[in-house]
């Protein structure tokens, strides 16, 4: 008793002679090539020098609270991926989870993609290409568990003139990024229907809320946006309509692929040392997702207190269009495999500059 009275009080000193720092997180998508960089350029050495010691974490059992259970840190991205881990977070602040999850979430994949390469992470939800990308910095340590978000992608406009994608022709398309997944994604439909960069228009923003704003100015243009941005914009106009949904407009064009948004990924050397525990993870994450699909009302409650979505309101009109999932085994490889294949035949370097290998896939 005396011993947490005395870390409560330590605590509590440290608060305060911090009081007025403010950490600034980096709120912009992560491009493709700023991923490939920081996978390039982390340094490995500490990664593996880190192993030993959450190895050791998890043979003995044992976190520093006493808890029972392998110790996993897991880091996701502010949106569609962690609402898909609530009811797991949840599970594991009441203690009722089979391991002992150390969660991070953050805005951008560099963050995340950087932990991940010094060690400080074990399990990563990230952008589909870039756990490519990862694959092939690290020589393979990067293996896929499971795909986590299909489509999140959506076109909007003011009226409704756009009824195919053949009609976005001769139209300003704003979207968030060049060289990310909605830029790919979008030139892969566009090519499909027979147009190119010629025949539209493509305004790079910085951010979702940039473009928002540039829909709000412009009401001839077309926006292209993730959920749960989708959700915000169309709160904020009440102009703005779903115009397409580019998982259903890649469907129509692509027998052989499947549109992936996020995948789950995990060191190997970690699933080696640890599987049954890791295995463990995967079927709570499939309950956990299918949680937030079958319980919109309570999920977006937990999705706004953990702060992924400012608000429930916007969460629970977000979350039936955001596609979380829990592909795993065949059906992930399949739809994962079709995908980078996809943007490797639009840009090797989305994907790292090469096709992963079948250990890529976590096939138990």
């Known amino acids: 008793?005396?011993?947490?009275?005395?870390?409560?009080?330590?605590?509590?000193?440290?608060?305060?002679?911090?009081?007025?720092?403010?950490?600034?997180?980096?709120?912009?998508?992560?491009?493709?090539?700023?991923?490939?960089?920081?996978?390039?350029?982390?340094?490995?050495?500490?990664?593996?020098?880190?192993?030993?010691?959450?190895?050791?974490?998890?043979?003995?059992?044992?976190?520093?609270?006493?808890?029972?259970?392998?110790?996993?840190?897991?880091?996701?991205?502010?949106?569609?991926?962690?609402?898909?881990?609530?009811?797991l977070m949840e599970k594991n602040e009441n203690g009722e989870a089979a391991n002992t999850y150390e969660f991070t979430m953050a805005a951008a994949a560099d963050e995340i993609n950087a932990s991940f390469l010094r060690g400080d992470l074990d399990i990563v939800l990230i952008p589909a290409n870039v756990a490519s990308v990862l694959y092939n910095r690290t020589d393979g340590e990067a293996v896929v568990l499971d795909v986590n978000t299909l489509g999140v992608l959506y076109l909007l406009e003011s009226g409704d003139s756009i009824q195919s994608a053949a009609d976005l022709e001769g139209r300003t398309i704003y979207l968030p990024g060049r060289g990310t997944t909605p830029d790919y994604a979008l030139q892969y439909v566009l090519a499909q229907n027979g147009l190119s960069t010629e025949d539209v228009d493509l305004q790079y923003k910085a951010e979702a809320a940039e473009v928002i704003s540039a829909l709000a100015e412009e009401p001839d243009a077309v926006g292209l946006l993730p959920q749960p941005a989708v959700t915000t914009a169309l709160m904020q106009n009440d102009s703005l309509r779903i115009a397409l949904d580019l998982t259903e407009e890649w469907d129509k064009v692509s027998e052989d692929s499947s549109l992936v948004t996020g995948v789950t990924v995990v060191n190997r050397t970690f699933l080696e040392e640890n599987e049954a525990a890791v295995q463990a993870f995967i079927e709570e994450h499939r309950e956990s997702a299918a949680y937030t699909n079958e319980n919109t009302e309570a999920a977006a409650e937990l999705v706004a207190q953990l702060g992924i979505v400012p608000q429930a309101a916007i969460a629970a009109q977000a979350i039936p269009y955001c596609n979380i999932t829990c592909l795993t085994g065949e059906e992930m490889q399949t739809a994962l495999s079709g995908y980078l294949e996809v943007l490797y035949g639009q840009n090797a370097e989305s994907v790292g500059g090469a096709l992963p290998g079948d250990d890529f896939y976590y096939l138990p």
């Not at 720092?21 to 490939?36: F, G, K, L, N, V």
């Not at 050791?56 to 609402?83: C, F, H, K, Y």
């Open 1 to 87: 008793m005396k011993r947490k009275l005395l870390v409560l009080i330590l605590g509590l000193c440290m608060i305060l002679s911090l009081a007025g720092c403010a950490s600034q997180t980096e709120t912009t998508a992560a491009r493709t090539e700023d991923a490939a960089e920081s996978a390039a350029t982390a340094d490995e050495t500490m990664a593996k020098e880190s192993q030993p010691e959450t190895t050791q974490e998890a043979e003995q059992g044992q976190t520093t609270d006493g808890q029972t259970g392998t110790v996993i840190r897991v880091g996701s991205l502010s949106g569609p991926t962690s609402m898909g881990l609530v009811s």
